[in-house]
């Protein structure tokens, strides 16, 4: 066993798959070592056990990630991707928090290179893509089976709000903004990284609606000279107009009332 400050033990074959996550098939020692907590006792124990091989001085090369076994959806989802830059996020990542109810058979993974949707048992795994401005935000989830790399949660909320069809549709995302589960200073944080100003502005509009917190850091990402953007991306075009946060309520409070506490 080895162990990682992630506060659990890992298995070798764990091990292995933390480091293509965090370093790549082949990596140096030093460049382990500044990512992890990891010794030159517990690379001989791989170099041991043939999960990793020298390939130069003080540089090692992963022979094969391991395939764990294992019933976790999200380790089952993120397989295909191992060695690669990516993470769980959208609906999977909220219910794993359990910033909603739901427990949806589509996970949706951030990733930087394009792959097709694949179905593996009776998961459907979409990839999808992200530039690099939207790429941030994600941790190392520790699992009974493995590790796993999910978004933190409050990055979670801000890409549902950036792509809620990726996250149930916007009552999942209600919930998860009405919900105890996550620090309010730190989404708004996440949200004004984020590339999109609609998103910004429809979190912040929900953030006041539903009394979770005052958002007037976000008011600066507002845009004042353009159409206002609708609350419900794939709702009516028209409605009243909030000018604090240019957005069309085309959903009425009492449905945001009722989605915030379903």
């Known amino acids: 066993m080895g162990t990682t400050s992630h506060g659990t033990n890992l298995t070798d074959s764990s091990l292995v798959a933390l480091l293509a996550?965090?370093?790549?098939m082949s990596f140096t020692l030093e460049l382990a070592k500044s990512r992890l907590p990891i010794d030159r006792a517990a690379l001989r124990r791989l170099l041991r056990s043939g999960h990793i091989t020298r390939i130069?001085?003080?540089?090692?090369?992963?022979?094969?990630?391991?395939?764990?076994?294992?019933?976790?959806?999200?380790?089952?989802?993120?397989?295909?991707f191992a060695g690669e830059p990516h993470y769980v996020s959208w609906w999977a990542a909220l219910a794993r928090y359990g910033l909603t109810e739901q427990d949806p058979l589509t996970i949706a993974v951030a990733v930087r290179a394009r792959h097709r949707d694949q179905m593996l048992g009776p998961l459907r795994v979409r990839p999808i893509f992200q530039g690099p401005a939207r790429f941030y935000g994600a941790t190392t989830m520790a699992t009974p089976s493995g590790p796993v790399r999910i978004a933190r949660r409050e990055k979670a909320i801000v890409d549902s709000i950036d792509r809620p069809e990726l996250a149930g549709g916007l009552g999942e995302v209600v919930k998860a903004v009405a919900s105890d589960g996550y620090d309010a200073k730190s989404l708004i944080a996440v949200a004004r990284r984020h590339p999109s100003r609609a998103s910004a502005a429809?979190?912040?509009?929900?953030?006041?609606?539903?009394?979770?917190?005052?958002?007037?850091?976000?008011?600066?990402?507002?845009?004042?000279?353009?159409?206002?953007?609708?609350?419900d991306v794939s709702g009516e075009r028209g409605g009243p107009i909030n000018q604090r946060w240019r957005i069309i309520e085309n959903v009425p409070r009492d449905r945001l009332d009722y989605w915030a506490s379903s």
């Open 21 to 24: 996550d965090e370093v790549g």
């Open 202 to 231: 429809r979190l912040g509009y929900l953030l006041e609606a539903l009394r979770r917190a005052d958002a007037d850091e976000l008011l600066s990402r507002v845009r004042r000279k353009s159409e206002p953007v609708r609350l």
């Open 56 to 80: 130069g001085h003080g540089r090692f090369a992963i022979v094969e990630i391991p395939v764990a076994q294992t019933d976790d959806p999200m380790r089952i989802a993120t397989a295909p």
